[in-house]
């Protein structure tokens, strides 16, 4: 049977990207069924539309989280969808929203979780001078990058690298992985 998922993306949608081409390639067996951003901008919109998926952006306010994901939620529950992928969701969602779909977020982390949680993981992996880095696929708990872990992929880390080199040698490992982890998630 089909997985059924739900993505949240903020930004460029490379890792949901890579997501649509495993299942496109019917490598992975699953469906998009909708697409919910944070920013109307966001490039992952336009590139969902283009593949036929419901893709929405919903206004979000910091002040008051709920009114985002109250929409989210509910959107999320017509789809039917069975997994809501976190793709570079930039928001941190709340415990209401978190508890609402026990065990069913997941979300990628570029870092080898515990290690390095939040904001810059990669540059966090430099300044702490660690050999290896990677990313995690993780189920989400309303801590913060603490949910059970899924997957893992460990890339080196190289004298001469920056944020930026670093960061694309983790993204590659992080576009395989995710596919990886949504084949590996039981089927109900
Ligand atoms: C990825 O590195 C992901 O791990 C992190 O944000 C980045 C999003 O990239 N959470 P993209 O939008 O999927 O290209």
């Given at each position: 049977m089909s997985k059924t998922l739900a993505v949240l993306a903020s930004g460029r949608g490379s890792n949901f990207q890579a997501i649509l081409r495993e299942i496109e390639a019917g490598k992975l067996d699953a469906e998009i069924r909708l697409l919910l951003s944070?920013?109307?901008?966001?490039p992952a919109l336009e590139m969902a539309r283009e593949h036929g998926i419901d893709a929405r952006a919903l206004p979000y306010d910091r002040q008051d989280r709920s009114l985002f994901e109250q929409a989210a939620a509910q959107a999320i529950e017509e789809s039917g969808c069975q997994w809501i992928v976190l793709a570079g969701f930039m928001r941190i969602l709340t415990p209401e929203f978190i508890e609402r779909f026990p065990g069913r977020i997941l979300n990628i982390h570029p870092?080898?979780?515990?290690?390095?949680?939040?904001?810059?993981p990669q540059q966090q992996a430099l300044d702490a001078g660690v050999k290896f880095s990677g990313c995690t696929v993780h189920l989400v708990i309303p801590?913060?990058?603490?949910?059970?872990?899924l997957e893992q992929a460990v890339v080196p880390v190289y004298d001469a690298d920056d944020e930026e080199s670093l960061s694309a040698r983790i993204l590659e490992q992080e576009h395989r992985l995710y596919a990886e982890a949504i084949r590996n998630l039981p089927d109900s």
């Open positions: 944070d920013r109307a901008e966001a870092s080898l979780l515990p290690a390095f949680k939040g904001l810059k801590d913060l990058d603490a949910g059970p872990i």
